[in-house]
């Protein structure tokens, strides 16, 4: 809807209108009401250069969009049938557990060996590492390329898939060769668009899912889903949306707690959610609470930081780990709540 500021446009002006959408072949319909006159664009009114030479008009005073900026993501769109399916779990259908260390110890492949084993005896179902990692400072540890092969050793161990976060393309090619099942896009990337098209352009008709974090910064709904629809552009719709917190920090919590934009999220897409509780909370005492908080609000999975003994784990492990032995609980449990939350 074009909102003029006088209370309706001279002959000239909605002319000048009119000439601009024709190019886009967006028609305009005046819609008279007793105080003010608005227009109405009837057709595809997302295309961002016809937006932004409408709003450019000096006699307009805004446009409220009705139609969503992503059409791939957006909850009545063409893909709102698509399944993503895991091993073998349909995500909205069943709850998913992605479970393992935040960093794989390239010198000790032995912890993550175990924990993956743990974490399937646990009843997770997807096998989480870290081979590269995003460090606030130069100077700690970034991961290690020799991780990667231990990753792939654990997904041939336990027959689970696996998950790894990914930083630039050389690194997504490096893991789309190798044969990992989820690339998972960091808060620190989720807006790099470069990045996630080149991703989307990598996995392109195949398989592969992506575990798309939400910015750190309070990423706004409409930011996050078109960040993710920058992956569907490409042609791979399996993408999952993960909430992990954001700025500014809670006292206490590692960042602001988001499980609850799930509610927000699955009024405006088809795309399932994945809750990511170590980095919301930020301490291991805390995660299974919101673990069974993120199920609570429909969440259809969560993606959980797991060490078999995580003193002795690098990275974050330490502080936010959980044990394979909590984590076959928290898994219980959620899996009830989210067959009870289905009710209301």
């Known amino acids: 809807m074009i909102i003029p500021f006088n209370k309706r446009l001279s002959k000239n002006e909605e002319e000048h209108l009119i000439a601009i959408c024709n190019e886009f072949k967006v028609e305009i319909q005046p819609i008279v009401g007793a105080h003010r ?120 161990l336990t027959g689970l898939p696996v998950d790894t976060e990914v930083m630039n393309t050389e690194q997504v090619k490096l893991c789309v060769d190798a044969g990992v099942d989820m690339l998972q896009v960091g808060a620190r990337n989720a807006l790099n668009y470069e990045l996630l098209k080149s991703i989307g352009e990598a996995i392109a008709g195949t398989k592969t899912i992506v575990l798309l974090k939400r910015s750190i910064h309070i990423g706004k709904i409409d930011e996050f889903l078109s960040a993710a629809e920058y992956i569907a552009a490409m042609g791979n719709p399996n993408i999952l949306l993960c909430p992990r917190g954001t700025l500014p920090t809670v006292d206490g919590f590692r960042n602001h707690p988001d499980e609850s934009i799930t509610l927000l999220l699955k009024q405006k897409t088809w795309a399932p959610v994945v809750v990511d509780p170590s980095h919301s909370v930020g301490k291991a005492i805390y995660v299974p609470r919101a673990c069974l908080a993120a199920a609570a609000y429909g969440a259809d999975g969560i993606c959980v930081e797991t060490h078999i003994n995580p003193e002795k784990g690098i990275g974050d492990d330490p502080k936010q780990s959980i044990t394979p032995e909590i984590l076959k609980k928290v898994i219980s449990d959620c899996r009830s709540i989210y067959k009870v939350q289905k009710n209301y």
């Open 37 to 156: 006159t608005i227009y109405a664009m009837l057709g595809d009114e997302r295309d961002a250069l016809l937006i932004k030479k409408v709003e450019g008009l000096p006699f307009v005073e805004r446009i409220d969009r009705i139609e969503s900026i992503y059409k791939l993501m957006a909850i009545d769109s063409d893909l709102k049938n698509h399944k993503i399916i895991i091993g073998d779990k349909e995500l909205g259908k069943d709850f998913m557990c992605i479970a393992g260390q935040c960093t794989i110890d390239p010198n000790n492949k032995n912890y993550f060996l175990e924990t993956s084993q743990g974490v399937k005896e646990s009843g997770a179902d997807v096998i989480r590492g870290g081979v590269w990692k995003p460090r606030t400072s130069p100077h700690s540890f970034q991961g290690s390329l020799k991780s990667l092969d231990i990753l792939i050793e654990a997904k041939e």
